[in-house]
């Protein structure tokens, strides 16, 4: 039996979406689970939670980990995901400061899942090129 609650399709209005009582609807226009979603699911937002599961990281440290990241586009993703509760930021006392991002009980939570889809498409690669390769030639 799966433990994932099944999708509602109720219609969410504009109060709804300030309501923290209503029930999360992803599907629905205006509930706030979208913007938070579409944080950790955007390629950065995603390379950055796995990342992080590996340990704590300093800006510069995960910024080469996370390769091909600009550091505007770091930084603006850690600042959302920060926002959203997934990672936590510690400024250290030291000259220079030193910043150290962490994930929270929620986003090593969702960073697992993350990895499991990661690792579900890099071990079917194969499968993948052969259904790219099929779809160009037809």
Known sequence: MSSIKPMTTRQTTAADA??????????????????????????????ALVALREGPFRFSAL???????????????LQALERDGMIHREVQQSIPPRVEYTLTDLGA??????????????????????AQAAYHRE
């Open 18 to 47: 300030s309501d923290p009582t209503l029930e999360a609807d992803v599907f629905a226009r205006n509930c706030t689970s979208r913007p938070v979603l579409q944080n950790v699911a955007s390629r950065w937002g995603t390379l």
């Open 109 to 130: 939570r969702v960073a697992d899942h993350l990895e499991a889809l990661i690792v579900t498409l890099e071990t079917n690669m194969d499968t993948v090129h052969e």
């Open 63 to 77: 910024r080469r980990r996370v390769d091909g990241v600009s550091e505007r586009m770091l930084s603006q993703t």
